[in-house]
Structures are given as C-alpha cells and as structure tokens.
C-alpha cells in the first residue's frame, strides 16, 4: 500500500547544461578550464541522429547512448527519419573515438523513438526506454512504449530483450531514464498513463518498479498513479535513489503551489517512499517535438 503525504517543501531550481547537438558528441575534459573536445561526429542517419539524453560510460569504459531517430529509415512512425538507435563510442589507443550502432529501433514490437538515458549494471547490461512502439495501442492510436534491455555477447555482439511493454494503464510515453537499486529492480516514471484526469493529455502519469523473477521475467508494479491534483501529473525527468532506498524526482504540472514537494510512503516497507519535487510551469507540448 502506497499513501502520499505533502509537506509544503519549497525548493529553487538550478540548470544543467548538455554538450549535445543534433549530430555531434562533445566532452569536457577539464572542468577547470571548461575545454571541449570533439568526440564524434555522426556521419549520415544510418547512425543515428538528435541524441536526446547524453552519453553513459559502461563497465568496459566505452560510451554508451541513444538516437532519437536514425538507423532504419524505412520506420512506419516517422516521415524517413528513422526510428532511433542505441549506439557505441570506443576510444582507440590513439585516443581516436568510433562509432557502433548495437541496435537499430524497427517501429513494431520493440517501439521506436528512444529519448530516455541509459543505464548500465555492473554486468554491462544496458536498460533504457522507447517512447512509443509496443504492441498496445491504447494510446492515442499509437503503441504506448517499452522498456528494453541490451546484453553484450562474448561474440561482440548484443542482444535485445523486451522486458515490458506499456498498455496505457501501468503508463505511457516514457521521458525519463531508469535507475537500477541494489537488488536489480528498475525503477521509472512516465508522462502520460495512468487513470488520473490531466486535461486533455492522455491521463497524468505512473511510477512504476520493474522487478526481474527467478524465471528471467520481469514483473511490473505501479507504485503511484498521479491524478493531476495536489500529488502532480505528467513527470519528465529521471528518478533519483538516496542510500536508504527513498526516489527523488519532477512533475511538469500539478502541486498546491509552484515547487512543492511531496512524499510518497510505502506503508509495507518503511525504507521507501516517493519523494517529487514538482513545478505547475511549462509547456506541455514540449514533449510533442523532440
């Protein structure tokens, strides 16, 4: 059982700067001198374009990311764009970077449009989100996304598994990375789904757990099902986890007043609850266009 509580928290906002372009990877070398170095260019759409969500380093010390459009232009959602990619940066021992698509979104079952970040377990198992595609469309004609995982193999290359696809009710149109807990659940938030009223969006928004069972399945929970009062609606950023177990994270709407905070409280384990800072500005539209 899950219970919300609001505090009336205030909180002032920050701004995070991303070195991404439509087409160019950069990285910062010195944070004291603020120098930038080029690291990659894509060269044509087959390897992906618009990376939406920056760059992770996996166990191997590659870098790892996503396109939100490229690789298979021939994609049934989008008008020749493609339906994104998730790719690879290795580092040559001249210092070089190369580029490697390990996988290439087709628009069905595995979705299409990937605009969350990655995130790597210690395996180097890579999880991440697409933000439509699926084979439930119950979401405004369109299938409402999935979750993936991407395995390296030891021949050097990957296998992708769906481990869930949303259907509207558990969520829908994932904006936000995964986080990973120590025990291997996934734990995220999505835009729109749920039961909760948010004007004419296609309801407000989960908070859901992905679990894996000893069957190599995975089972998911929805921890919160926000209706677009006092608790929020609409979330877009990634979840934060604290040591004790605690999630941090945004609403784009909602809230008794601007930058409120509140908490949700798992009544069975003491150690999680839900905690959201949440802002009643911007425009709700922004998710249409990226």
Known sequence: MW????PGFQHSFGALMLLLTSFTLALVLSAEAQTESLLYTFADASEGGNPPAGV??????????VGREGGDLNCPLTLGDGCGVVFQLMRSADGSWSENVIYAFTG?????????PLVSDKAGNLYGTTYVGGTHFNCSGYACGTIFELSPASS????????HDFDGADGAF???????????NLYGATFEGGTGNCHLY????TVFRLSPTSSGQWTETVLHDFAGGPDGGQAEGTLALDSSGNLYGTTLFGGLRPLQ?????????????LRWLMDTHGDPQLHRNR
């Open 156 to 163: 050097g290359t990957w296998n992708f598994t769906v481990l």
């Open 108 to 116: 069905g079952t595995d979705g299409a449009l990937p605009t969350s």
């Open 56 to 65: 992770i380093f996996g166990p191997d010390g590659n870098l790892y990311g």
């Open 202 to 205: 296609l309801h407000c928004g």
């Open 261 to 273: 905070l509140f908490q949700l409280r798992n009544c069975l384990r003491t150690i999680a609850k």
């Open 174 to 184: 994932n904006i936000g990375g995964l986080i990973l807990d120590g025990a291997g």
């Open 3 to 6: 219970t919300v509580h609001a």
